[in-house]
């Protein structure tokens, strides 16, 4: 029986490489189902490079290396006989600048990971993508246009749009690298608004160095520093009552 | 200042000169097929005569053998060069890539007569006594493959010109897949995608038209080449749908014979084929770069 | 969408896809490089053999006849090249320099069209264009001709890798040179052309290295010649055409001769080629 209170996502002593360097240190933290946690830090400390490796994306570039466990539900992604494509259609991402594929249409985009699955039919297929940009709180933009190419949105649209791709595939986890960091203030305001819907249907990992962000939207936070984590815990303490050091200095804005 | 207009008047004037140069060159290129033009007129490129003797010509058999030859390399050559471009863009390590890159950019080096000797003593015994026998031998119904075993001929020419114009195409293929934005790559990557899925999303998808200018650009070296082609083709001005007959092009009849050429009217008949030439390849060349802009300036939007 | 990380059958067919094209483009690449492996260790073999002194200083032999070597050949290649060299390198220089620096200008822009254009005439093209310009006023086959023949092949290649490297080159280079008070001529050729010299360079070296080994513009320029020229307006022996001609002869010597030949035309080519890349990446240290 799935407990609403246990972690969806487990990391056990995590750490990262590029080539000799190490990026991330023996990381521990887990995720309970249904939150939101935030990930800040100065620029450099290894919470993007973490973030990846909860998807299996860091390995995908040249000469690098992961260390640890990291469990899904339970099962270790980074198991033996466990394949990165699945892993990735359970945990999914959106990405600091919106990369919507160029040569489709809205609806195409959407519907691109379902496709890549196989085994819908065109009905089928119509109705996850509506569903998909109902939650990213795009549909009522974009129900006219859905032929329209997906690069003629504005920039804040296609980042809910790039949101819709990933949901699609109905992930339980979505992890997001600096989501609003390239949007006007509006747009980044109607993101915000969108994850306290969304986190009703999925546990979001949020990478942001936005202080002010973290403390609006996410239900835990953990500050990273130099590659490792300081501290984890409760926003509202984390943000009121921080135990360590480092993250006072950080939060009140000393450095970073 | 004074020296710079000096400096300024020299740069213009060689440009001047260059451009009038140029263009003096292809008007003396225009007097010498004249004579060829005004007896047979446009006819010319679609007679099918080639007789020195009986000061008969006609373009058409070297149109047929350069158009031909040169779209046969093209298939030949464009599934192994995109697969070669995809290859240093998506699938070599870093460590291979340069390596890799660089053999492929050696066969550009090789002079086309070098080409030519290897096709006389390796490709067309190759083909005469694996090729032809297979496909003469089970399919000879075909007319694609009826012919006795010579060796030279038009399947050989399309080889060895598939083998020329590969770098051409893959470095082209090279630059538009580089183009392509590696946050597209991540999109695929991060749905679910495989590695081929991902390279057939993100970077295939949108290099559509890069791939398209590579292969004209590709095409575009098929038709000017002369030595390699002059040297396997087998030289026989015929029309044929057969690839183990002989044949010509526009460059293999004008360097087989110009030198020797039997009159002035042959000359000139020969010259009026270099035209036909200049104009083809020019065009697509021009379609070529045309293409590139367009696409360049898409991306950049 | 799925509970587990296992992969559910339907999706084994979607890695299969994916192992097959990744093999099929890597036995792609490895197609593409084969000729490279199959054109080099044939000529090595097949010419190595025919190698000796004899090659590099006698004179053909008459048909038929064994010995002889390619001495003029290789003499009149040099000629040529040099000769090419000299009458295409500074012109192409300035054609690039022109064109990248002064690119508003109209003349500028066409300069840039008709180099885009001679680029993509076919060489035995210009081999035409130099006869009749050059072969037949001057009364025959000359190597004036020829070399005019290589320079108008060489001219656009070596305008266009300069035009290209000087646009790489920074404004702020430019603008420091000229807030210094320096004429512009003196900031283009003293501090842009040597900013970009090593690139330049190689660009000019893999000029050479094409003209050495162009054979259709030679066929009725400079044609060919068993002995050695006197004078510029005499035709001439070079090595591409003298490969050329004994390769399609019916003569065993004379294909051994060619295969030498080519053993010594892509010897001294890739050579050049590798010298120059050598060059640029010492530089760019």
């Not at chain 2, 083998?163 to 597209?184: A, G, K, N, W, Y």
């Not at chain 3, 690449?29 to 025919?50: D, Q």
């Not at chain 3, 002064?102 to 300069?111: D, H, N, S, T, V």
């Not at chain 3, 050059?134 to 290649?157: C, D, E, H, Q, T």
Request: hydrophobic letters at 50%; one cysteine or more; glycine letters at 8%.
């Amino acid at each position: 029986m799935q407990n609403l209170e246990t972690s969806i996502i487990a990391a056990e002593g995590i750490s990262a490489w590029y080539g000799n360097h190490r990026a991330v240190e023996n990381i521990n933290l887990d995720v309970k189902s249904g939150d939101v946690l935030a990930l800040i830090g100065p620029s450099g400390c290894g919470k993007s490079t973490f973030l990846r490796c909860l998807n299996r994306m860091h390995e995908e570039i040249d000469n690098t290396r992961v260390e640890g466990r990291v469990l899904y539900k339970g099962e270790d992604i980074y198991g033996e006989d466990v394949d990165p494509v699945a892993v990735r259609s359970c945990i999914g991402m959106v990405f600091q600048k919106p990369n919507p594929f160029p040569t489709m249409t809205v609806a195409e985009n959407v519907a691109a990971g379902l496709r890549l699955r196989g085994g819908f039919s065109r009905s089928e297929i119509d109705g996850m993508v509506e569903a998909a940009l109902r939650k990213a709180a795009l549909w009522d933009e974009v129900k006219n246009k859905l032929r329209a190419p997906g690069t003629s949105l504005s920039g804040g649209q296609q980042q809910r749009l790039c949101i819709a791709r990933a949901l699609a595939v109905q992930p339980e986890v979505l992890l997001m690298d600096e989501p609003t960091s390239a949007l006007d203030p509006i747009s980044t305001g109607r993101i915000e608004e969108l994850m306290t819907e969304l986190k009703k249907s999925v546990t979001i990992v949020i990478v942001t160095h936005n202080m002010q962000q973290a403390a609006r939207i996410s239900d835990q936070t953990a500050f990273f520093l130099m590659g490792k984590m300081v501290e984890h815990g409760d926003t509202e303490q984390i943000f009121n009552a921080p135990a360590r050091e480092e993250t006072e200095n950080y939060i009140s804005g000393r450095f970073g | 200042m004074r020296s710079d207009r000096v400096f300024n008047l020299i740069l213009r004037s060689l440009a001047v000169a260059i451009i009038a140069g140029f263009l003096g060159l292809t008007w003396f290129l225009w007097k010498s097929a004249l004579p060829t033009l005004k007896v047979a007129g446009a006819g010319f490129v679609w007679s099918q005569a080639w007789d020195p003797v009986a000061n008969e010509f006609g373009a058409l058999p070297f149109l047929w053998g350069t158009v031909v030859s040169s779209l046969l390399a093209l298939c030949f050559s464009a599934p192994v060069s995109i697969g070669a471009a995809l290859f240093l863009t998506d699938i070599a390590s870093k460590k291979i890539r340069s390596p890799i890159a660089f053999l492929i950019e050696m066969l550009a080096a090789i002079p086309s007569v070098v080409y030519g000797i290897w096709g006389i003593f390796v490709l067309a015994p190759f083909v005469r006594e694996y090729i032809h026998p297979m496909l003469n031998g089970h399919l000879g119904f075909l007319p694609f493959f009826v012919g006795p075993p010579f060796g030279l001929g038009m399947l050989t020419a399309a080889m060895v010109l598939a083998v020329m114009i590969t770098p051409t195409i893959t470095s082209v293929c090279r630059e538009v897949f580089r183009s392509v934005p590696d946050p597209l790559r991540e999109a695929a990557i991060g749905l679910g995608a495989t590695r081929w899925e991902t390279i057939r999303l993100a970077v295939l998808k949108t290099s559509i038209s890069g791939i398209f200018a590579a292969m004209i650009l590709g095409l575009g070296r098929a038709l000017g080449e002369t030595m390699a082609v002059t040297m396997v083709i087998g030289n026989r001005p015929e029309i044929s749908l057969s690839l183990f007959k002989p044949a010509a092009t526009m460059a293999s009849v004008i360097a087989n014979e110009y030198a020797e050429a039997q009159g002035d009217s042959h000359m000139s008949a020969l010259a009026a084929i270099g035209l036909v030439l200049l104009l083809v390849s020019s065009i697509v060349n021009i379609a070529a770069r045309w293409i590139i802009k367009r696409t360049e300036s898409k991306t950049h939007v | 969408m799925s509970d587990t990380l296992r992969l559910p059958r339907i999706q084994r067919r979607r890695h299969f896809k994916s192992m097959v094209a990744n093999g099929i483009i890597m036995i792609f690449a490895g197609m593409a490089i084969l000729p490279l492996i199959m054109v080099f260790s044939y000529i090595t073999s097949s010419g190595l053999p025919s190698l000796n002194l004899d090659f590099f200083v006698k004179l053909p032999a008459p048909a038929g006849e064994t010995g002889g070597g390619m001495a003029n050949a290789i003499a009149g290649s040099v000629l040529m090249v040099v000769m090419s060299g000299v009458m295409a390198i500074p012109p192409g220089l300035l054609c690039g320099l022109y064109i990248a620096e002064f690119p508003r200008q109209k003349l500028a822009g066409a300069l840039r069209f008709v180099i885009d254009l001679m680029t993509g005439v076919p060489s035995i093209v210009i081999g035409l264009f130099a006869y009749a310009t050059l072969v037949v006023p001057l009364g025959g086959f000359n190597a004036f001709a020829g070399s005019a023949a290589l320079a108008i092949i060489m001219l656009p290649v070596v305008s266009r890798t300069t035009e290209e490297i000087l646009r790489l080159i920074p404004s702020q280079l430019r603008e420091a040179g000229l807030a210094l008070g320096l004429p512009r001529w003196k900031v283009l050729l003293r501090l842009i052309m040597r900013a970009g010299r090593s690139a330049i360079a190689t660009g000019v070296f893999l000029a050479i290295a094409r003209a050495s080994g162009e054979t259709a513009p030679l066929l009725f320029t400079s044609f060919n010649n068993q002995y050695w020229s006197s004078s510029l307006s005499e035709p001439v022996a070079s090595l591409p055409v003298q490969i050329y001609t004994y390769a399609i002869s019916p003569y065993e010597e004379w294909h051994r001769l060619a295969w030498a030949g080519s053993l010594v035309l892509v010897s001294v080519v890739f050579t050049i080629n590798l010298m120059s890349r050598v060059l640029l990446k010492r530089s760019s240290n």
